[in-house]
């Protein structure tokens, strides 16, 4: 069983940074797909990032240039830097891990506002 729990949401300003972490215990085969999803009130939860291996990276067109998504596949841990933050960002993000079967953490809360 994966189990994925996120770290690293909070409140930042306009133009601000934050890092979001997502540690997971379990099977985490490194060329599995770990990721991001992003879900604002009254909205569709969509894809952020998404890494396969160490270097296969995707990108909403959204977050292209200012997101950066990472993993240390020795610490099992997936990283998201989120760099020129928008009010737009504003969501919960969730880690994302797939290999034949989907699993997800319970997200955590980003606000962006002044």
């Known amino acids: 069983q994966v189990q994925l729990v996120e770290s690293g949401g909070g409140l930042a300003q306009p133009g601000g940074s934050l890092r979001l972490s997502c540690a997971a215990s379990g099977r985490i085969l490194s060329f599995g797909t770990l990721g991001w999803y992003r879900q604002a009130p009254g909205e569709q939860r969509e894809l952020v990032a998404t890494?396969?291996?160490?270097?296969?990276?995707n990108y909403a067109n959204s977050v292209k240039g200012r997101f950066t998504i990472s993993r240390d596949n020795a610490k099992r841990t997936v990283y998201l830097q989120m760099n020129s933050l928008k009010p737009e960002d504003t969501a919960v993000y969730y880690c994302?891990?797939?290999?034949?079967?989907?699993?997800w953490g319970q997200g955590t809360q980003v606000t962006v506002s002044s």
């Open positions: 890494i396969i291996g160490s270097t296969d990276t």
């Open positions: 994302y891990y797939n290999w034949g079967q989907e699993y």
